[in-house]
Structures are given as C-alpha cells and as structure tokens.
C-alpha cells in the first residue's frame, strides 16, 4: 500500500489516503511502480473513488482508494490544443501563455549546470521532434539535495515510429501506455528550470531532467479513455 501525499481529501472525511501498488499499475498501464509514480507526479487531471476504513464498526481517519482514473490528454495538455485549433489558430501551432508548441531538435538531459541546453548529434541539423510545454504552469519538485523548487514540465515527442524489442504484450490497447509491444511514438517528459523558444531550434531548456519516457499508440485499436471497464 501507498499513501497519497497532499491529495486534497476534504479533511472532514478523512487524514491519510491509501492506494494499493496494483490499481496505480492498472491506472497508468505500466508494469513499474516507480515509472508509474513518477508519470502520476505531473499528472493534473486524476481522479479517484475512495472508502473510508472501518474497524469494529466504527470509522478511522484513513481512506482507500477502490478506482483511480488519469486522464492523459488533460496532462499532456491536448484539451488546450485543441481548442487553440478549433478556436484560434486552426493552420498553426499556439504560441501563447497558456500553450507553446513548435518542432525542434531533441533535448537530452543535462550534464553540466551551466549548459543550456543539448541534442542529438545524430539530429543536430534537424527538426525531428515535436515539443510542447505551458509557460504559465509550474510545478514544485524536489530536488537531490532535498530543496523544492518550482520548473516547467516540458514533453517532447518523436516523430518517427519505433517498435521496441522485449515489451509486454497486451491484448488492449489505449493511447498513452508504459513499454508496451507494437508501433508507437516515443513521449518524453522533462522538468527545465527555465524555457525559452526560438524558431530555428524549437525550446531552448535549462537544466533539463528527464522525468520519464511512455509510449503514445496511434491506431483504430487504441482507446483514448484508460478504463474501459
């Protein structure tokens, strides 16, 4: 079991909120319980159905989580874009506050804090990677030191397919899943302590960390709602 920190319960129902490793697993789709963590941590759209513990017939201050549902196009911030395509930009990417978009060339972790940014050398004159991140939105992180400070989160997604060797196989599908067999586009996240886009290299980010890769699975077969049952 798992307890949810800072999980804005009402605090009349409850103190402590527990999740058992399993339904975070099949919440996420992913067969890791650290991958799924740390993809949950910049998730903004989860919600859970929750009881409260009961012993010898009388309540305690824990609640456990019984369903739990991400909804990944709210994180990824696809809701956002797509309004911006319908509404206000339909024939170009958004470049606004609330969504930046643009192709660039792939950001890799950083190895020196002074550097501003890296990529490939195998893609060094190309745009091969789509970005997206939202410069009015910051999260809090902790850093190794045990400081918390605030940063952008940034995905990054290539635009080649891949097919990846010694993946689970699953039976169903949906959109956004964790090393998992078949054609997919590989999405990453990262968390920079600071953006800034430019046109002829797509988004220039300081100190970027990689959070973690997943799997975007396009296809007639792929349902976009995580829970199908």
């Excluded at 009402?10 to 490793?21: A, F, H, I, S, Y």
């Excluded at 990677?129 to 997604?157: G, I, K, N």
Aim: proline share 3%; charged share 20%.
């Amino acid at each position: 079991m798992m307890e949810i920190i800072d999980n804005g319960m009402d605090q009349n129902l409850g103190k402590r909120l527990l999740m058992c490793e399993q339904l975070l697993l099949t919440a996420m789709h992913s067969n890791d319980v650290d991958r799924a963590l740390r993809m949950l941590s910049k998730a903004n759209a989860v919600k859970c159905v929750f009881v409260q513990t009961k012993l010898e017939g009388s309540t305690t201050d824990t609640c456990t989580v019984v369903h739990m549902q991400d909804d990944m196009a709210e994180a990824l911030w696809l809701y956002v874009l797509h309004k911006r395509r319908v509404v206000d930009c339909p024939t170009s990417l958004p470049k606004t506050s609330m969504l930046t978009m643009c192709f660039g060339k792939p950001i890799t972790e950083s190895t020196n804090s002074s550097q501003l940014y890296t990529f490939s050398q195998a893609y060094k004159n190309t745009m091969q990677c789509l970005q997206w991140y939202s410069p009015s939105q910051l999260v809090q992180v902790a850093t190794a030191d045990y400081r918390e400070v605030r940063c952008h989160v940034v995905f990054e997604m290539q635009l080649d397919m891949k097919q990846s060797k010694g993946q689970r196989d699953v039976s169903s599908k949906v959109l956004f899943m964790d090393e998992v067999a078949g054609f997919h586009y590989v999405v990453k996240v990262f968390h920079a302590k600071t953006v800034v886009y430019s046109e002829e290299n797509g988004l220039h980010c300081t100190d970027p960390t990689l959070l973690v890769t997943w799997h975007f699975h396009p296809g007639p077969h792929s349902l976009l709602c995580a829970h199908s049952n």
